[in-house]
């Protein structure tokens, strides 16, 4: 927005802690993301943590929210969440100066398994949440099916999709041709193998393991060819390891292990890799972004019913879907991907709509309409 409209938007941040580094128990490491977050436009950190930030709902406290609201005196406050009491106090400061309150989130209905009673009070406490919200923006189809599922009226809905940002949108073929060589190199791997690969947190809920359970139904002729590549890191590394060393005595099919990989580095992996899985279980996978990164550069994904996403893109031509947990129907869809020829730019009119610049595009096309 800032690029597109020079003074539109002003950030305010809670905390740092993406950026200066903190603990990641589920990568099992210290982060600190080594791309430049905080350059080209203005912000604000408050600073607000309380014990270990984003651990629970009270570690990002909201205090100094109030005084920066007053000093920018915004035309309307977009929350990104409703996970902290700093969410919290930014929407309730907002509201009782009469500034109009947007909502961009992740929520849907269909990530994680739930009693019915804990569904019951869910539904009620949102409803309650989204009635005072001026505009909430929906980032697919299953977060607009959440929005409507809680009386928001189609009014106050407006589109905003998932994206992340392009690493490969300046590069020519010939330059993806050549990292991705390099790339296969360095790892040992063909030029010409079918590379697998999952890209995330090696936790329960990413469900990696099931990679190696899909290789018994694989065709034998596939077997022959696939190299299974994984970037990552988190506590199920030992078990992986081992299922990679009876993989390769039982099959010969081999394995890497990147380790953990920060965003700078991302674009090799994702060129060396043909098709990305990502398995996950109903745990949580509200819309899975390295499907986005992956088509970004060029890979097949497939991913199973339990990941957001899936009911965005599973009609484009090299994305395919899987019952959570379901290791024969994972073969098959990685069978079916593997006969396409690798192509870096066949999803590239398809992710126009879930890009950075048409995010920013739907938000300023409503602050403009806001403001006058």
Same mark, same amino acid.
């Given at each position: 927005?800032?690029?597109?409209?020079?003074?539109?938007?002003?950030?305010?941040?809670?905390?740092?802690?993406?950026?200066?580094?903190?603990?990641?128990?589920?990568?099992?490491?210290?982060?600190?993301?080594?791309?430049?977050?905080?350059?080209?436009?203005?912000?604000?950190?408050?600073?607000?943590?309380?014990?270990?930030?984003?651990?629970?709902?009270?570690?990002?406290?909201?205090?100094?929210?109030?005084?920066?609201?007053?000093? #920018?005196?915004?035309?309307?406050?977009?929350?990104?969440?409703?996970?902290?009491? /700093?969410?919290?106090?930014?929407?309730?400061?907002?509201?009782?100066?009469?500034?109009?309150?947007?909502?961009?989130?992740?929520?849907?209905?269909?990530?994680?398994?739930?009693?019915?009673?804990?569904?019951?009070?869910?539904?009620?406490?949102?409803?309650?949440?989204?009635?005072?919200?001026?505009?909430?923006?929906?980032?697919?189809?299953?977060?607009?099916?959440?929005?409507?599922?809680?009386?928001?009226?189609?009014?106050?809905?407006?589109?905003?999709?998932?994206?992340?940002?392009?690493?490969?949108?300046?590069?020519?073929?010939?330059?993806?041709?050549?990292?991705?060589?390099?790339?296969?190199?360095?790892?040992?791997?063909?030029?010409?193998?079918?590379?697998?690969?999952?890209?995330?947190?090696? #936790?329960?809920?990413?469900?990696?393991?099931?990679?190696?359970?899909?290789?018994?139904?694989?065709?034998?002729?596939?077997?022959?060819?696939?190299?299974?590549?994984?970037?990552?890191?988190?506590?199920?590394?030992?078990?992986?390891?081992?299922?990679?060393?009876?993989?390769?005595?039982?099959?010969?099919?081999?394995?890497?292990?990147?380790?953990?990989?920060?965003?700078?580095?991302?674009?090799?992996?994702?060129?060396?890799?043909?098709?990305?899985?990502?398995?996950?279980?109903?745990?949580?996978?509200?819309?899975?972004?390295?499907?986005?990164?992956?088509?970004?550069?060029?890979?097949?994904?497939?991913?199973?019913?339990?990941?957001?996403?899936?009911?965005?893109?599973?009609?484009?031509?090299?994305?395919?879907?899987?019952?959570?947990?379901?290791?024969?129907?994972?073969?098959?869809?990685?069978?079916?991907?593997?006969?396409?020829?690798?192509? /870096?730019?066949?999803?590239?009119?398809?992710?126009?709509?879930?890009? #950075?610049?048409?995010?920013?595009?739907?938000?300023?096309?409503?602050?403009? #309409?806001?403001?006058?």
């Amino acid at each position: 927005m800032e690029e597109l409209h020079p003074g539109s938007v002003h950030v305010v941040y809670a905390s740092d802690c993406s950026v200066v580094g903190h603990a990641d128990n589920e990568f099992g490491i210290t982060i600190g993301w080594d791309i430049p977050m905080l350059k080209g436009y203005p912000y604000s950190i408050l600073n607000c943590e309380k014990g270990a930030p984003l651990s629970n709902w009270g570690s990002l406290t909201g205090e100094g929210v109030k005084a920066v609201i007053n000093k #920018i005196n915004p035309s309307a406050v977009l929350l990104t969440g409703l996970n902290y009491k /700093f969410d919290l106090v930014a929407y309730l400061t907002a509201r009782k100066s009469g500034i109009p309150v947007w909502l961009r989130c992740e929520t849907q209905d269909y990530a994680l398994k739930r009693s019915k009673l804990k569904e019951i009070y869910r539904l009620l406490v949102y409803s309650i949440a989204y009635r005072a919200l001026n505009k909430i923006f929906y980032i697919g189809k299953l977060n607009k099916m959440h929005y409507i599922r809680h009386q928001i009226s189609p009014v106050r809905l407006k589109p905003a999709y998932y994206g992340t940002k392009d690493l490969f949108i300046d590069m020519t073929a010939a330059q993806k041709n050549l990292i991705r060589a390099r790339a296969r190199l360095f790892a040992g791997i063909d030029l010409t193998a079918v590379v697998i690969g999952f890209s995330g947190k090696f #936790i329960p809920k990413k469900n990696p393991e099931i990679l190696f359970d899909m290789l018994a139904f694989l065709p034998t002729e596939l077997k022959k060819r696939i190299h299974l590549y994984f970037m990552g890191s988190g506590a199920l590394q030992p078990t992986l390891e081992s299922k990679a060393a009876e993989a390769y005595r039982k099959y010969g099919i081999k394995t890497h292990f990147t380790g953990f990989v920060n965003q700078s580095k991302l674009v090799p992996h994702y060129l060396t890799m043909d098709v990305l899985v990502l398995p996950s279980r109903r745990m949580g996978e509200t819309w899975g972004l390295v499907a986005n990164e992956a088509m970004q550069a060029g890979c097949s994904v497939v991913v199973s019913d339990a990941v957001g996403c899936s009911s965005d893109f599973s009609s484009w031509e090299r994305f395919r879907v899987f019952p959570e947990g379901d290791a024969a129907a994972l073969a098959e869809k990685v069978t079916d991907l593997a006969k396409y020829h690798r192509e /870096f730019d066949w999803a590239k009119q398809e992710l126009e709509n879930y890009s #950075i610049d048409a995010t920013a595009a739907a938000l300023l096309r409503e602050l403009t #309409i806001t403001e006058n």
